[in-house]
């Protein structure tokens, strides 16, 4: 039975419903190998264990084999077959569940987590990442791609063996139409990008710079929801991540990296999530971050019932506690 979107009619929240399905998320990606000798099988996500997984969407190829490799997930969220054509019951909006559901299998060492990740294994991560957003944009039944990490359980990750997600939506989510409002209100009454002037005041003031470079800049935001969480711009304005060329991948890479080893010298490698929040298709106006989130409070009721959030350490603690050792530095001390 195919999945199907119902929208909010407040516009507050897209609920996707799987019908019939008591889905255990990710557990179905692969096929489960199965040995006769009774021995614990092999993860099929490392290096040599690829006939366990299906077919190779995509992959970067280092010395030994693939280093990032991006393969259908075998329980997808959505179907690839069917019109995304909504229609209307009654007062509300249902949507067809079709997409496409993609895992990057991060690195080919199941122990690896993204704190171990060098400035080229980013890149080469990014690289695929950035191909694989235009190929699905090339679809004009996905109206948006979303690409995600949890590492960590508490982060929502259900396979130890590092990966991250491409998801293809039929529909706009919220929290991106709700963005592209926001820009395109600034627009209008200012006529100039929200996330650039956001740039601009915090590059004159740099009490909440974290690190940067020439073409990116890390911030611990002003009104951060969790202790701290990290936003990634591009310093241009940037509409569409995939549009990242060969030399900010490599810049854009060792900001990552330096921001993960931050946060692993400061909360020793705390769960995280990793959000890229990304022009849709059919779009103008927006400015693509990354945003990374330390889970270590969970949500409480206040901030389901209110959208309000309590947040304990304040951006500017933030960046005094995660230090100012440069991308360098760090380099030279791992
Ligand atoms: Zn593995
Ligand atoms: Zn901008």
Known sequence: MTTRIHRDPLGRFDVIYEPGMARTPLLGEAETPVRSDGEVPPCPFCRGSEQYCTFTIAS????????VRVIPNRVPLFSIEGSTEG???GIYDTIEGVGAHEIAIDSPRHFDTPYDYT????????????????DLKQDSRFK??????????????HL?????QILALPFVPFEIRHRQNKFEDHMRSKERCFICDIIHHETSHGQRILTENESFLALAPYASRYPFEVHIYPREHREAFESTNREDLVLLSHILYECHQKLHISLSGPPLQMTLYNRPRKSGGFHWSLELVPLLLSTTAITMGTGVYVNPVTPEQVVAAMGSRSCEEIIENT
């Open 144 to 157: 948006y791609i979303s690409y995600y990490r949890n590492y960590g359980s508490q982060a929502g990750a």
């Open 119 to 134: 400035p080229s294994h980013w890149q080469k991560l990014l690289g695929v990442v950035v191909n694989r957003l235009s």
């Open 160 to 164: 130890e063996h590092p990966h991250s």
């Open 60 to 67: 970067s190829e280092g010395v030994d084999g693939w280093d």
């Open 87 to 89: 229609f209307p019951d």
